[in-house]
Structure formats: structure tokens, C-alpha cells
């Protein structure tokens, strides 16, 4: 059922491997001096695979997605990415596009039209429980609908990694837990490789193939679980809970 | 805002305009103030009556500067603040040169404008212009460098260039401090015409009012600055009228709408 | 009378700039062609200009081919850094300026005068009594500043045998009528008996007027037309032409005064029809030479008289500046 130890790799998987990360570093100069973010980190990801990060604040999770992104570069080790979009926390629409015209952003910026963009988006909105709301500005929307134009505006740069940096912790806990439903039911449907990174412990366990636990700065993988239980996944699944416990051990939070 | 409330909105400061009028008119005709150096409302009243039709058509004259200078201030404010957000070479370099032309006064630099532009409209633009370029420039550059970085890096992972987040983020999120500028530039303008058309004119509200003042006749020199506030104060109301068209996300949605 | 001033160095500038060469409307000389000329005005439209505008309206300028163009006063530059900087042809202005550009060595020339006494006095409300130089004994006399201004009260209060030091100058700007009302000082200097005096008699503050030449100071021209010695050179026809249709428009004004504040007060916005006539009024007399010479002629004798009175007084010291200041050839039935 589960698998508790350090990260280790197969041959035949490399092949497969839409994210390589091996012993990256990274480290930022401050007026404090260098902080080591992340200190020889790695990680491996097939393609198609959705991987939850849990790890305290500061543990670098943000600067791990950022090396996926190719927004950094490490400065030791090696990564090596799938090209990949960003889903940040705060939805960062824009607040002079209608959600449609927000959604196809990233089409706009490699050159559609705005009538071509729009054709592509349109559709997605009723699956995504958006009809309807194509016109309406961000500051109409609520949270949860914001977010879900966000995930939509990633999803239509159709790029085969997507990095999620907390997509849910400014909701509030229903609506958290509405989205965690709908994030789950979304990624069947569009499979892409997931690096999600949260932490929120059961999120991971109810969004990831494989929750990978990181240490307080610098960053390094110290667990990886793998979830190895049938979608669609309950809340009160005795496995999801275990595995959770599980989890916030390898963090060491007492249960 | 229902129009009930939109009137009752308009009652408080107009009451309070009234009351202040009263006491002023109480205050010159009880001798409070010689009517030479402050005259009663009743008197610029009448004056605003009287040289209606002067008032009208030099106001035309003050107001086409204004405007035009108010244009091209924003033009050059525009440019200025689009090549310091970029390059940080003029960010360095002219920067400093841009507060320079603030701290100098306008009274050494008009009569080199005068003498390079001569005596038509040209130069009075020259000195709007130079007034009112400058905090277009500083509310404009302040929202173009609040733009979150976090977005910019979002759009990088879309695949935005450095051009495409330029036009799609940064030029729209720059929009409200452009706006506010303007207003600034707007009220600032009205001054700086008044000492341009003192920098030579045969027309327009400043030069209606310093050929009153140097006659004495201050009803009709206060007439001319009264017209010159009520358009300062209509260009602002127009801009911010404007902003809310133009940039209408700019604004909190009104949940609780009567 | 208000005067607006630059410093120095704005005036080095303009001359610096007209050694630049000409920047605007060179004078084209062409008989049968009308001739462009911009005119600079000492002060703003009044009273003291009613022939110019005469000369204007009633069409002297187009009788004589020229096309003149009038311009207010501006506070960025005096009328001579303009006329010195080829900004304008013919600029009005004030003897005592002129003497002070020439001991610049400035190069312009006074070719004719408009107002042939001084308006300069000093001026006062009734209730301060002062209505001889002498009552200025411990009072406070306020004025722009200007230091011919200065030396004007001291000749004034030498002439009276009033001691300088009992006696408080003050610098009162551009503010003139206004520091006297709030009672700031007792008394100014540089307010002109026709205009000044009569905007406070016309509102009833009865003010009491020394004029500058009734209390010791040397007579001079107070306005006259000024134009830059290359000018009188190159284009002597052409001023000629200039000066004798504004004698014209004066001689005008003189036979019809009423008809001519007029048309003064329809050309210019914001002027006082009641205030520019009773000043049109008060003037006229002082608008024409005495002893038959025509309008605009300037005494030589009374310009050496003022350039050694300015030379005592330590306002100018160049040799130059006084002799061939003005001149009167180019009004009518001169020169030629």
C-alpha cells in the first residue's frame, strides 16, 4: 500500500521522466547574507504522474516550482523540465479582461486573435461549471470560480507540466474543500504532469499520485509516499486518513 | 447610488458653499476688508454678469492652452515613464534631470521658452506642459513598478515575451496612476496658464485677470479666477468621470446597490 | 506705474542671442509689400497707448504699407531684452531704461517719445497728509525696487532738505496701490499721476500725487519708442513710416478723445472705458511737444541734462551711453 523511504529512481523510468531535478541548489544573497534554499534536492517525475510537495514554510517549495517553471536557474545540480505553466496561489487575473478573455491569455500572447482565443476557451467554461460567467469581470467571481478561470488560463498554454503553488490556501475551507473535489475530477479528465504543491497534508493525499514530504530550509526531499488508492478518493477513507497521519509524521507535526 | 441619495449628496457641500459666501459677503460689506483687496461676492457676481461675453470667449482662448498643453504633457509624462520603467540607464540619467525641472523656477525658464518659441501658443504649451508632465510621470511610473511580480512571472510561463507583458499588463495596470496624474496635471494646469499668458498674451482668463488687477478693478479680476477655479475643478470632475468609463474594473463592485 | 525687470543676465542673454544673428520677421523692405512689424508694449494696453491703437483702427498703419503687430508686455523678459534679442523691431519703453541698456552697451536708440514728461510721482491716500516732498520726513516710502527709483527719492528728499535716513524704503514689488491701501507703508514712488491716481480718485480714496519733475528730479520722456541702431540703419524708411502714423493716430486722439478710448477699449478685452478716458484726458496735453516741434520729438538738451544726472547718481558711467541716445530724424518733416 505504501512506501516509506528516500527517494529512488529505476532506470526504465528515465525515459519517461517528464521533470528531472538531481541535487539542485539554490541560494539567494540578502542583506543577511546566503540563504541556502534548496540544498541538493531531487526529484524525479514520469509523465502524467501528479506530484503533491508538502513541506513547512520556507522549505523552498516555491523555489522548486520556480526551477520546474524555468523562472530560476540552480546553481549547482542539474534540472531538467517538460515545458511548464504556472497556477499561483493568488489568482492574479486581470482585472480589465472578462474571465474569457482572461482565460485565453496565454493563446493571446503566442498570437491568436481575440475571436480564436475566445473559440477555444468558450468551451471550457461549462465543464469547469463556468457557463455563463464568460463576460463577467474577476471582481464578479468568487473565489472558487476565480481560481477555476485560473487553472483553465494554465491549462489552455498547453504545456505538458503544470506547477500549482497553493492553488487553494486563500479559499476558505469550503470552498477549499469544493475545489480539492473539483481539482481532482479536472486532472482526469486533462491529464498533464502535476507538481502541486500545498500545505495542506491532505489535499496531498487526496490530489497526488505521490506526496513527496520536504525538510525545513534547505530544502530536501526526506519522504515519499506514494497514494496508491482508487479515484475517486473520500475524505474519510480509512487509507486517506492513515496516509495523512503518515505524512504529517514524516513532518514530524504530532498527531 | 440612487438619485435620492445622489442629491442629498450634493446638499452638504452646497449648503456649506452657501454659508461660507454669506459670512464673506458680511464680512466686506461690515468693513471687515477693504473691497480693493477683497471684494464682496455680490460685486464678482455682477462682474461675472457684466463681462459674460469677455469672460466667454477668453476662457475659450485659456482653455484651448490648457488642454493642449495638458496633452502633451501626458504624451511626454507617457514616453518618460515607459523608457524609465524599461531601461534603468534613463531610469539613472534622466530621473534626476526630471525633478531638476521642477525645483527650478518657472520664472528663469520662461523667458527661455519665450525666446526660442515666440509670442504665440507655443510657448504657453511649453510651460503647461513642463508642469504638468511631472506628476503624470510619478503616478504613472509608481503603477507601472507596483505591477506584482508574481503576475509577471506567470506570464513568462505563458510564454509572454517581454513586449507582450508590456502591452497586456503593465500598460493596462498603469492606466489608474496615469489617471491620477492627469487630475494633478489638470489643477496644476490652471496655474501654470495664468503665468504663461503672463508671459506674454493679449488673451485668455490670466491676462483678463491681471489687466483687471492692475486697473483696481477687483470684482472683475476675482470674475477671472472664479472661471478659472470652475474650470479647474470641471476638468478634474471630467477625468474622473472619464476613469470611471475607461477603467470601470478599477473600481470595487457595489454589492449592496439601492 | 508698475515696471517689470529681469536680471542682468537675462539681458546679457538676450544680447548674446541677437549676436546669434535675427531670430524672428527680419524687416523686408519692399515698397508696394506690406512690412511686417511686431510692436512690444512697456505695459499692458492703456491709456498712454491710445494713439497706437488710434493708428490702428483708423487704418494709418495699411495707409503707410505697414503690418504691425501688438504685443502685451511679458514677465519672462523687458521690452529691451526683447528688442535687444531681435525678437521684436519696436519696443516702448522708459528714458532712464534706455541710458541704463546703452551704458551696457546695449546699441539701441530712442526715436521718438510718446509721453513727454514723467508720470512717475509719488503717490498717497489723503489721510496720510504728505503733499509736499517735505511731510515725507519719518515716513515710509515704499517702491519696486528699481535703483533709479531709489535715486528719484533721494534727489526728491535732498531737493526738500528732508534727511534720506528719516525716511524708510521699502520694496513693495509689482504691489504698489495695494501696499498704500493696507496701509503697509505711508506713500509710493513709481505710481504715474494718470493712471494710478485716477483709478484711486475714481474710487474715491482721493489720493494726493508729487510728480518727479515738480520735485527736483531733471525732466525726462516717460514712454518712449525704442528700436536697435541697426534698425534706424537698414530700415530708416520703414520706422519713419511707423512713428509718423502713430503721430497720426496721437493728432487723432486729440481732436476726437472720446471716439478714440473707443476704439482703445473695443480692441483690448478687460479695460475700463471710464477709468482709460478720464486718463486719456489727463494725458493728452503731455502727448505733444510744445514750441511747434512735431509729435515725438525729444529734446537734446533735456536728454544730456538726464544722462548727467543718472552719470551723479552713479547709474550709468559709460561715456557713450548718453550722447546719440536719442534722435529725431525719422519724424515728420525731419531727416528725410
Not at chain 1, 477555444?120 to 471582481?139: K, V
Not at chain 2, 525645483?103 to 509670442?119: D, N, S
Not at chain 2, 485668455?204 to 483696481?216: C, E, H, K, M, V
Not at chain 3, 550722447?323 to 530724424?329: C, V, Y
Request: aromatic share 6%.
Amino acid at each position: 500500500m505504501t512506501v516509506e523511504a528516500p527517494d529512488q529512481e529505476h532506470a526504465e523510468e528515465q525515459s519517461e521522466a517528464a521533470i528531472v531535478i538531481e541535487d539542485a541548489v539554490r541560494r539567494f544573497t540578502s542583506r543577511r547574507g546566503v540563504v541556502l534554499a534548496l540544498d541538493g534536492i531531487s526529484v524525479r517525475v514520469r509523465r502524467g504522474e501528479i506530484v503533491a510537495v508538502v513541506g513547512p514554510s520556507g522549505c523552498g517549495k516555491t523555489t522548486l516550482l520556480e526551477l520546474i517553471c524555468g523562472l530560476q536557474n540552480p546553481d549547482g545540480g542539474r534540472v531538467q523540465c517538460a515545458p511548464a505553466a504556472l497556477m499561483p496561489q493568488r489568482d492574479l487575473l486581470l482585472p480589465w479582461l472578462s474571465a474569457l478573455d482572461n482565460a485565453g491569455v496565454a493563446l493571446r500572447a503566442r498570437g491568436l486573435s481575440r475571436s480564436a482565443a475566445r473559440a477555444a476557451a468558450g468551451p471550457w467554461f461549462e465543464r469547469f461549471g463556468l457557463a455563463g460567467f464568460e463576460a463577467a469581470r474577476p471582481g464578479e467571481l468568487s473565489g472558487g470560480m476565480r481560481q477555476r478561470v485560473s487553472f483553465l488560463r494554465s491549462l489552455l498554454a498547453g504545456k505538458p507540466v503544470l506547477a500549482l503553488d497553493e492553488p487553494f490556501a486563500a479559499l476558505d475551507a469550503i470552498t477549499r474543500a469544493e475545489m480539492q473535489t473539483w481539482l481532482a475530477r479536472a486532472l482526469q479528465e486533462e491529464t498533464r504532469t502535476v507538481v502541486l504543491v500545498t500545505h495542506d497534508v491532505e489535499e496531498a493525499v487526496l490530489l497526488g499520485d505521490r506526496v513527496a514530504v520536504m525538510s525545513p530550509r534547505p530544502g530536501r526531499i526526506v519522504a515519499n509516499l506514494v497514494i496508491d488508492v482508487p479515484r475517486p478518493r473520500q475524505r474519510t477513507d480509512p487509507h486517506v486518513v492513515a496516509l495523512r497521519a503518515q505524512a504529517l509524521r514524516s513532518l514530524g507535526v504530532p498527531e | 447610488m440612487s438619485r435620492m441619495r445622489r442629491w442629498t449628496g450634493w446638499a452638504g457641500p452646497l449648503l456649506v458653499v452657501v454659508v461660507l459666501l454669506g459670512i464673506w459677503e458680511l464680512y466686506v460689506d461690515l468693513g471687515g476688508a477693504d473691497p480693493l483687496v477683497l471684494p464682496a461676492p455680490h460685486a464678482i457676481a455682477s462682474a461675472l454678469y457684466t463681462d459674460r461675453g469677455t469672460l466667454w470667449s477668453n476662457f475659450l482662448v485659456t482653455a484651448q492652452e490648457v488642454v493642449l498643453g495638458i496633452i502633451v504633457g501626458v504624451l511626454i509624462a507617457l514616453v518618460l515613464s515607459i523608457g524609465i520603467h524599461f531601461s534603468a540607464m534613463l531610469r539613472r540619467g534622466v530621473y534626476p534631470l526630471l525633478i531638476a525641472s521642477q525645483a527650478i523656477p518657472i520664472v528663469l525658464i520662461a523667458p527661455l521658452f519665450l525666446l526660442w518659441l515666440g509670442f504665440g501658443l507655443l510657448p504657453k504649451l511649453a510651460i503647461i506642459a513642463l508642469v504638468t508632465f511631472f506628476p503624470v510621470v510619478v503616478t504613472t511610473l509608481a503603477a507601472l513598478e507596483t505591477v506584482d511580480p508574481d503576475l509577471i512571472k506567470l506570464m513568462q510561463t505563458l510564454d509572454a515575451s517581454r513586449l507582450e507583458v508590456f502591452r497586456r499588463v503593465e500598460l493596462p495596470a498603469s492606466l489608474p496612476g496615469l489617471f491620477t496624474g492627469a487630475k494633478l496635471a489638470a489643477v496644476f494646469s490652471v496655474i501654470a496658464a495664468v503665468f504663461a499668458e503672463q508671459a506674454g498674451s493679449n488673451s485668455g482668463l490670466g491676462y483678463l485677470f491681471t489687466i483687471a488687477d492692475s486697473q483696481l478693478l477687483a470684482p472683475e479680476a476675482f470674475a477671472a479666477v472664479a472661471v478659472l477655479s470652475a474650470f479647474a475643478i470641471a476638468m478634474f470632475a471630467l477625468l474622473a468621470v472619464a476613469e470611471r468609463r475607461a477603467l470601470p474594473w478599477a473600481y470595487q463592485p457595489k454589492g449592496d446597490t439601492a | 506705474m508698475t515696471r517689470r525687470r529681469t536680471v542682468l543676465a537675462a539681458l546679457v542673454l538676450a544680447a548674446g542671442v541677437a549676436g546669434c544673428g535675427e531670430v524672428t520677421n527680419t524687416i523686408t523692405p519692399n515698397p508696394g509689400t506690406v512690412n511686417n512689424i511686431t510692436l512690444e508694449l512697456d505695459y499692458f494696453p492703456n491709456a498712454d497707448h491710445v494713439g497706437i491703437y488710434e493708428a490702428q483702427a483708423l487704418g494709418y498703419f495699411k495707409q503707410a504699407d505697414l503690418n504691425v503687430h501688438i504685443v502685451a508686455p511679458t514677465n519672462a523678459a523687458t521690452p529691451l531684452d526683447l528688442l535687444a534679442a531681435g525678437r521684436v523691431q519696436v519696443a516702448i519703453s522708459y528714458e532712464p531704461d534706455v541710458l541704463l541698456a546703452r551704458n551696457q552697451n546695449v546699441p539701441l536708440v530712442s526715436v521718438a517719445a510718446i509721453v513727454q514728461q514723467p508720470l512717475t510721482s509719488i503717490v498717497s491716500l489723503a489721510r496720510q497728509h504728505i503733499t509736499s516732498p517735505a511731510d515725507l520726513r519719518g515716513k515710509t516710502v515704499g517702491d519696486s525696487g528699481i535703483p533709479y527709483q531709489h535715486a528719484f527719492l533721494e534727489t526728491i528728499l535732498h531737493h526738500a532738505g528732508v534727511p534720506a535716513r528719516t525716511v524708510k524704503e521699502v520694496n513693495v514689488g509689482e504691489g504698489l496701490v495695494p501696499a498704500i491701501i493696507s496701509g503697509r507703508v505711508n506713500a509710493v514712488l513709481g505710481a504715474y499721476w494718470n493712471y494710478e491716481a485716477i483709478e484711486l480718485r475714481q474710487l474715491g480714496r482721493r489720493p494726493n500725487v508729487i510728480r518727479m519733475n515738480q520735485a527736483g528730479v531733471p525732466t525726462y520722456n516717460e514712454l518712449v519708442f525704442v528700436v536697435r541702431k541697426g534698425t534706424i540703419v537698414d530700415h530708416a524708411p520703414l520706422i519713419r513710416r511707423f512713428v509718423q502714423a502713430v503721430a497720426r493716430g496721437y493728432e487723432a486722439a486729440r481732436r476726437d478723445p472720446v471716439a478714440a478710448v473707443q476704439n482703445l477699449v473695443r480692441m483690448n478685452p478687460g479695460l475700463s472705458y471710464k477709468l482709460q478716458l478720464a486718463s486719456v484726458e489727463a494725458t493728452m496735453s503731455s502727448f505733444f511737444p510744445t514750441d511747434g516741434h512735431p509729435w515725438g520729438w525729444q529734446s537734446a538738451a533735456q536728454w544730456n541734462a538726464f544722462g548727467e544726472w543718472m552719470t551723479q547718481e552713479h547709474l550709468i558711467s559709460n561715456p557713450l551711453a548718453v550722447p546719440d541716445a536719442s534722435t529725431n530724424e525719422l519724424l515728420a518733416g525731419q531727416g528725410v
